[in-house]
T-cell receptor
């Protein structure tokens, strides 16, 4: 299964700024996924990142707030823009497939002050 | 809206006992099912996948799938304190993503 390197592992950001999270996969994968996990909660899908096309966003998540790049089959970034305290959460990237399972990056813990 | 339901627990079992974790899902067309373990402050770790009806065993873990009842379970035999974690049930969604249940917190008491 794929190994995913995610960074930063944590950050403290000021309101109104942006944070970009990077994920690097050790093999080529068709789709990558970005999730948010709020404290004590389960994982919520933000968007699916496809190489060569626009990301597909879930209800409640918009491109202006969560722009995603997917320049090649091993890399993706998620930017959380115009930060507010409500964006404080853990953000996770994932890759894999339904036939062999999905792995996760180590997560990014974002605190907005 | 596809849903995955789990008892949030906490489920407490003594060391050496069998822990039984259950999950139901709403989409009858779901084909792939996964169990993840998540320690506090860590990302989810895949421990079992199951695709067809019946049981699948891997070491101390057994996953059980019943598509007619839309039910997936995970049994952990000889539970250890190190098994204390939140267990997340997940099924594949239409985008190829995972849809997660809220997780069951397991506590194994020495």
């Amino acid at each position: 299964s794929a190994v995913i390197s995610q960074k930063p592992s944590r950050d403290i950001c000021q309101r109104g700024t942006s944070l970009t999270i990077q994920c690097q996969v050790d093999s080529q994968v068709t789709m990558m996924f970005w999730y948010r996990q709020q404290p004590g909660q389960s994982l919520t899908l933000i968007a699916t990142a496809n190489q060569g096309s626009e990301a597909t966003y879930e209800s409640g998540f918009v491109i202006d707030k969560f722009p995603i790049s997917r320049p090649n089959l091993t890399f993706s970034t998620l930017t959380v823009s115009n930060l507010s305290p409500e964006d404080s959460s853990i953000y996770l990237c994932s890759a894999g497939g339904k036939n062999y399972g999905y792995t996760f990056g180590s997560g990014t813990r974002l605190t907005v002050v | 809206q596809k849903e995955v339901e789990q008892n949030s627990g906490p489920l407490s079992v003594p060391e050496g006992a069998i822990a039984s974790l259950n999950c139901t899902y709403s989409d009858r067309g779901s084909q792939s099912f996964f169990w993840y373990r998540q320690y506090s402050g860590k990302s989810p770790e895949l421990i079992m996948s199951i695709y067809s009806n019946g049981d699948k065993e891997d070491g101390r873990f057994t996953a059980q799938l019943n598509k007619a009842s839309q039910y997936v379970s995970l049994l952990i035999r000889d539970s250890q304190p190190s098994d204390s974690a939140t267990y997340l049930c997940a099924v594949t969604g239409s985008q190829g993503n995972l849809i997660f249940g809220k997780g069951t917190k397991l506590s194994v008491k020495p």
